[in-house]
Every structure is written in C-alpha cells, then in structure tokens.
C-alpha cells in the first residue's frame, strides 16, 4: 500500500504538533504504524491521503452513526454556513436542538450544550459539586470522561493505552477529590457509597463503557448503583458521550429503562461537527449561571454550524425504523464475527450492545478494567495492521469499540467479515 503522503505529512506534522496528531490515540503508537492521513470520507468509506480507500469502523471514535458525508447533515451546514460562522448570541437553532434532545433523553428536562464530550463532563461533575455542597467524584477504572484534571486517574482510552496511570501535570489534591473504583463490583460499590467518611458529590459512569473496550455492566451493578445514588442523596451522572444517541433514540437510559440525575452527551449530537451537551432535572440544571451560581461558559457554545449538524442528525435517527435496522444489521454482523471468531484457534471474547462491540484478544470474560488488560494488545496490534492491508480501518487501540453506522453497506460488513477470517488465520500461523 502507497503511503507517501501520509508519511511526508507525518513527518512535517511531528515537526509542529506534539506526537504529530490532535488526539494521542490517533498517532496509532499501541497498534505498531505511523499514522494514515485522511483525506475525505464518504458513507461507510473513508480516503486517506494518498487515495487508499477503507471500510470505516471508528467512524470518528462514534460520532458517525449515518456514515460520513450524509447529505442532509451536509446541506444543513452549508445553508448554516451561508448565514455565518458564529455570533455569539443566543440563536432559533440551538433552542430547537434543546427541544429535540430534551424530548429525546427520557431523564433531560433543561440541556446545556458546550463543545466537546470533556466540557460537558466535567461541568456535570462542577454541577453535582456545586448542588450538593460536596466535593467527591466517584468514577470506575477503565471508563474515560474526557481529559479534565478530575478524571485523569486511572481512566480508559488513550490513557489506559499509552499506560499511563494518570497524569502528570494532575495536583495531588484534585486527585485526593476522585476516587475510582472497579466496575461491575456490587459490593465495593455499595461500600464505598456508604462510606460517612467520604463526602460524596457524585458518582460518573459510562452506562455501556466503551473506553477500556466494549463492556456491558451487569443490569443489578447499574440498578445498584441507581438505588444507592438515590437513597443516599447523591448525584449520578450518565457519561453517555458514546452511547447517547447510540443504543437508542434516549441512549442506554432508555435501552435499559435506568434514569441518571444528569446526563454528558457528544459525538453522535454534533453530527461530526463540535458538540457536547449536559443535562437532566430542571430542579438540578436551574443551578446553572445565569440562573444559578454554578458558573460555566463558552465562547462557541451552541455554534450554529454545530447545531445545524445536530439537529439533520437528530431528526434523522428520530425517523421510525431507524435504529431497528442498526440493530439488525448490527445483530447480523455480530453473529457471523462470533461464527468466525470460533472457528479461530485464537482466543478472542466478543463484547457488544447495540451498533458497538469490541473483540478481545483474551480467552476469558472481559467485565472490568483488569480483565481489559489482560488482553494481547501486540496480537491486536498485528491484526489492526492486517485489517488495514485488507483495507478495513478499525480502532487503532484494543481498548475502543468498533461501531456498525447505517451507511455501511452488506457488501463493505461481508468484506470486513472475510478480512477478519483471513487476518485470524494469520495470526494462528504466526
Ligand atoms: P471529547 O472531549 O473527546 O469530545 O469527549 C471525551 C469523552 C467523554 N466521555 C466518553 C465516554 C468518551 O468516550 C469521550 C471521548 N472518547 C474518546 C474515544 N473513545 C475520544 C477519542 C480521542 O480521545 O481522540
């Protein structure tokens, strides 16, 4: 495969951005390669800069649920454009945008939308903090909520993949503020929830995590933890950056009937264009400035371009039918990787919910952040590299999620199939 470009522009890149990339994860160090440039993306198809063309299943780490270049987000953005960039001043779309994802989230009565998945957390976490007079946040090993000083200990993607811990730069006494604690472990989350020694603020959580790899939490670890969060006055926020939008109109709190106090959205909301959102009780948001002392802001809150982006997103997941058929296709696809993935002498633990899923390299059950770890992370490596020569692009880490969009067509999933077949038998020749 001709990679030139790519490389003349990593080089250069290498020269004027840190690692050469925006995001650590996309400068593919725990996968073995250089990274590729993309040039443009289409539907399922993404066309890196020396025109390679792959199947795409990172689909911007989520955000492209109706493959890329979807005409209506396109000419939504377009017509947006023609009437400017940003104004800074309250505008008829975003009221419309919090209308529809108000009517959406089954658990969001007010939203306030900020410009990326880690503004939306950590001002949710602000929030509880602010509301409850407290100051401690309890999340879970593995799960990643963005990078704000607060959840940068032990957290999921990109951290858990380049091995750091947490994080240099991260004072001691936020730290002392964050405690994180397994997931999927009924009694030490009860204990530490009923610990009176620890003020409690909030407890964080990626209802379906999707940063140490795909894991599904047992349904009585989430009903627990509802239960504790309720009886004992304490905010539970669902990080739903990934799956809002995602395992349903109304996210995992739909798909699983479970309601949080507060709610983080991205990706999927800004239809690949800047866009976070927290939201939930008015009763909890009306804290909120300017109403409430609880202060957060943003210059480019709400832009405009964003919202046209999200609102041809919103109202075309919002059509009947539209996440049965992810669905079904999804289910489809699952069963034959689960079909292939038996017939492999390689050991490999398939996790998935919905349009998202992650093959472990590891032959035991993967339920938590230890058990993530203990997967082959060079045979993923290996099997990432020969995908990519069979010009299928997956995550370039073990630990994120492969996503089914609804542009994919049958004939790009058979051809990831194959590829999948023939990279497992390859890696039992090696
Ligand atoms: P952003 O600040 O990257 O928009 O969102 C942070 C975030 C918050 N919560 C969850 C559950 C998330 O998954 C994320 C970001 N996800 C990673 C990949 N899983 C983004 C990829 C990257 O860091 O480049």
Redesign the pocket.
């Known amino acids: 495969m001709n990679t030139t470009h790519s490389a003349a522009l990593f080089e250069k890149a290498c020269q004027v951005i840190p690692g050469g990339v925006n995001?650590?994860?996309?400068a593919c160090k725990s996968v073995g390669c250089d990274p590729l440039f993309v040039a443009r993306a289409e539907g399922g198809i993404v066309i890196d800069a020396d025109g390679n063309e792959f199947i795409d299943f990172v689909g911007s780490?989520?955000p492209m649920i109706l493959g890329h270049s979807h005409p209506d987000v396109t000419k939504a953005v377009q017509e947006a454009l023609a009437n400017g960039t940003s104004f800074g001043a309250p505008t008829a779309s975003e009221v419309e945008m919090a209308d529809l994802v108000c009517d959406s989230v089954p658990s969001m009565e007010k939203v306030r939308f900020v410009s990326?998945?880690?503004?939306a957390?950590m001002s949710a976490i602000r929030l509880a903090r602010g509301y409850t007079g407290r100051n401690m946040v309890i999340k879970f090993d593995g799960?990643?909520?963005?990078?704000a000083d607060s959840f940068l200990v032990k957290a999921g993607?990109?951290v858990a993949t380049l091995g750091i811990p947490g994080s240099p730069g991260v004072p001691d006494d936020i730290v002392k503020n964050t405690l994180s604690i397994p997931y999927n472990n009924i009694e030490i989350l009860e204990k530490t929830l009923r610990d009176d020694q620890l003020d409690i603020a909030c407890v964080i959580i990626?209802p379906v995590a999707?940063?140490m790899g795909v894991i599904v939490p047992d349904m009585a670890f989430l009903q627990k933890l509802r239960e504790l969060t309720a009886e004992l006055g304490i905010i539970l926020i669902f990080?739903e950056?990934?799956t809002g939008f995602r395992l349903a109109l109304g996210g995992a709190q739909e798909r699983f009937g479970i309601m949080p106090d507060l709610t983080?959205l991205?990706?999927i909301i800004g239809g690949g264009l800047p866009v976070?959102a927290y939201g939930g009780k008015k009763e909890i948001m009306d804290h909120i400035a300017p109403d409430g002392p609880v202060y957060q802001a943003g210059t480019l809150s709400g832009n405009p371009l964003a919202m046209a982006a999200g609102l041809a997103m919103l109202k075309t997941v919002r059509k009947p039918g539209f996440y049965q058929e992810l669905e079904e296709k999804s289910d489809r696809f699952a069963e034959r990787l689960a079909e292939i993935a038996a017939k492999s002498s390689i050991p490999t633990v398939l996790n998935r919910i919905g349009s998202m899923m992650t093959c472990f390299f590891t032959d035991s059950p993967v339920t938590d952040f230890d058990a993530a770890m203990q997967a082959d992370t060079d045979r993923y490596g290996q099997h990432f590299r020969q995908m990519l020569d069979c010009g299928i692009w997956l995550a370039p880490s073990q630990f994120?999620a492969l996503f089914i969009s609804a542009a994919h067509t049958p004939e790009q999933l058979d051809k990831a199939l194959t590829a999948i077949a023939t990279s497992l038998a390859r890696l039992s020749e090696a």
């Not at 990326?116 to 503004?119: A, F, L, Q």
Request: with cysteine.
């Open positions: 995001s650590p994860v996309r780490w989520g990326s998945g880690t503004e957390t799960c990643y909520h963005g990078h993607s990109g990626e999707g940063n990080d950056v990934i983080c991205g990706k976070g994120e």
